[in-house]
Each structure stands twice: as C-alpha cells, then as structure tokens.
C-alpha cells in the first residue's frame, strides 16, 4: 500500500535554529497537508498546499513557517528560528481526490527544541 | 464553532467487548467525518469515514452511526480486541475548505 514518507524521525535542534522537515507524499496524490500534535493532544491543521501554492494556513503557522515542493515528489516544512514551544509530533498527509478519498498520513517527525 | 468535541478521554474495555466513543460539532458546513487511529509513535490511520447524508457506515467491526440533526456522530468498535488498543480520533471537514479539525482523542485500552 502506498505510504507517506517522512524524514527524519527525530530532531533535536537548539532554539532559535533553523530546521527543514522532509515529506515525500503518495506519487500521484495532488493535496499536501501539514499537521502538527503537541504531546498528549490533539492533532492541529497548520496548512494546505495544492498546485504549487498554499490553499490553506493556521494561525499556528506564522511567517516562521513555510512550505515548498522544491520538486515532483518531495513536500518541506520549514521553521526558519525555532522556538521551544515547537516541539511536537509533526505529520504530513496527503490525498488524492479530496472528494473521494481520506487523507494519508505519515509517520511523523518528532521535533524537540531545546 | 470550528470545534469538534470528543469523549471519553479514555476507555478500558474488556475483550469482547464494545467501545463507544462519541463526537459533537457546531459547524453545519462540515461535509466529511472521518475517524483515525493512531499507535505510539504513529501518524493517524483513517479507519472508517462518514458524510452527513448517511445515518450508519458499517466496515468490520467498526460502525460510525451518524445524527444530522443533533450534531453528533459516534465510533462503535464491536468484540473489541486488545490490537485496537489505540488513540482514536474524530475529525471533520469543511465543504468548502481543505483541513480537518480534529476532536481531543480516546484512549483505548482492550484488557485481555
């Protein structure tokens, strides 16, 4: 079954520090979606992302965000300084037919500022 | 009214048993109600998924019964086994946007 892949697992960073996480949705998936879930609650939207632009952001994702799809399969989130209240579980998702089909979600990269 | 509220926080249940896990929602523009599972360390699974037009959507052992009217939609988990010990999660979508809002979570835990 295909899968949502993301990279890496774990990070630690210090404040204050740039990180980039890495997703590779499902090859002919066209929506791109990135999650975050702070330890013990629930999972938030941060934001959407479809024919090479954002469709949809959260409030949670400030101008320390970004997103691109540098190429034809890779998705990245970017948090440009890093602040210790980032750190959560983050998870990418995508779908291919928004009315169709549910969303797929990776593994996560678990992120720790410290 | 973007919320998705979602009980129990938690739920043991012995083998055999049945979970029942419920969410209510505000927002009438929601078009799309799935439920994920989720392990430690995992991203949530999309386990069963309902729209609004359906009042039951049953797949397995798992049942979604759905009530427009009053806004609330449950997860049933018949002959419950301790592999479905998991954090479930509701969720809903808007028609016209893209993200899902999610509910608090239930852990599960299947006693044996």
């Known amino acids: 079954e295909p899968e949502v892949t993301q990279t890496p697992s774990h990070q630690v960073t210090q404040m204050g520090q740039e990180v980039i996480l890495r997703c590779v949705p499902i090859s002919n998936h066209l929506y791109f979606y990135w999650y975050r879930q702070i330890l013990g609650q629930k999972v938030e939207f941060l934001v959407s992302?479809?024919?090479?632009?954002?469709?949809?952001k959260s409030e949670i994702f400030d101008d320390q965000f970004s997103v691109e799809r540098p190429d034809g399969s890779n998705f990245t989130l970017k948090i440009r300084s890093t602040k210790l209240e980032d750190s959560a579980m983050y998870f990418c998702?995508?779908?291919?037919?928004?009315?169709?089909?549910?969303?797929?979600f990776g593994s996560g990269t678990r992120l720790t500022v410290v | 009214q973007q919320q998705v509220k979602q009980s129990p926080q938690s739920l043991i249940v012995q083998k055999g048993g049945i979970s029942i896990i419920n969410c209510a929602y505000e927002n009438t523009a929601f078009d799309y109600f799935p439920w994920y599972q989720q392990f430690p360390g995992k991203g949530p699974a999309l386990l069963i998924a309902i729209r609004p037009d359906v009042s039951e959507k049953k797949e397995g052992r798992f049942t979604i019964s759905f009530n427009k009217s009053a806004k609330q939609f449950s997860l049933h988990i018949m002959d419950s086994q301790p592999g479905d010990s998991a954090t479930y999660f509701c969720?809903?979508?808007?028609?016209?946007?893209?993200?899902?809002?999610f509910g608090g979570g239930t852990r599960v835990l299947v006693k044996p």
């Open positions: 992302f479809y024919n090479n632009e954002i469709s949809e």
């Open positions: 969720a809903a979508r808007l028609a016209a946007g893209n993200k899902l809002t």
């Open positions: 998702a995508s779908i291919g037919d928004r009315v169709k089909s549910g969303y797929t």
